[in-house]
């Protein structure tokens, strides 16, 4: 009979086990030896189906490297064709961006050149007034020079009539005193009156001429008022076209 041993382990993690002690009533089979092996002749039909057989597993073989092969050309071909289509959808992405960047500079130097158009306006119109005020203020310097150099003359012209009534006023009253005078005993008082007369004549002539040289300056001085004048117009409008 078999004996069986109920044996528990100690308590460890709940587990138990039985061990069975007894041998096994089943009859092991012969163990095959040369001596008491069949013998079995291998014909040549064996080797040829052995040959299909590895033919056929060779077959199957290349056919599955072929299939692997083919799987991976598959795969490489639809890497390239997504790589393909990835760099075709980036080139139409970039081409719109710079058309997008294109039309975004043409609106700005649109933008720039009606500005730019605008102070052109505006600075045409500013130089327009200087010329207008510079015209203006050249007629009233000019219209103040003439009205000065007019003044000038006429004061001229009047200190020289003034002069030229007291020098005939002189003359008459000199031949007053020689008709009056006409004894050897006033011969000196005449020749000093001469001398006199002489002398007042000479200053005056002297006076007059500082006159003269003080108009002639003053006219000198009108006419590069003038032309200063006159060269103010053309140059406030160069500056102003610069």
């Known amino acids: ?47 040829r189906n052995k040959l299909l057989k590895a033919e056929e597993r060779r077959q199957s073989l290349e056919m599955q490297k072929l299939t692997s092969i083919t799987e991976k050309f598959q795969k490489i071909e639809e890497a390239a064709k997504s790589r393909e289509e990835q760099n075709l959808q980036f080139s139409k992405q970039a081409e719109q961006k710079l058309l997008t960047k294109m039309e975004s500079n043409k609106e700005n130097r649109i933008n720039l ?22 015209s203006k203020t ?7 020079i003439k009205n000065k150099l007019l003044s000038a003359e006429e004061n001229r012209l009047e200190k020289l009539n003034s002069i030229t009534e007291r020098l005939k006023e002189h003359e008459s009253h000199v031949e007053e005193v020689r008709k009056a005078t006409n004894t050897s005993k006033d011969v000196d008082l005449e020749e000093k009156i ?49």
Do not use: W
């Open 138 to 144: 050249t007629m009233i310097l000019e219209e103040k």
């Open 113 to 134: 050149l009606n500005a730019l158009k605008e102070k052109l306006k505006k600075t045409d119109s500013k130089i327009a007034h200087i010329k207008e005020l510079t």
């Open 194 to 242: 001469m001398e006199k007369l002489h002398n007042a004549l000479v200053y005056r002539e002297e006076q007059l001429e500082k006159i003269k040289e003080k108009i002639r300056e003053h006219e000198k001085h009108g006419a590069e008022v003038r032309e200063k004048a006159k060269n103010l117009s053309p140059n406030s409008s160069s500056c102003a076209d610069k």
């Open 1 to 47: 009979m078999a004996q069986t041993i109920d044996t528990k382990s100690p308590k460890k993690n709940g587990l138990a086990f039985d061990v069975i002690l007894d041998v096994p009533k089943c009859n092991t089979p012969a163990k095959l030896t040369p001596s008491n092996t069949p013998t079995r002749l291998i014909t040549s039909e064996d080797i």
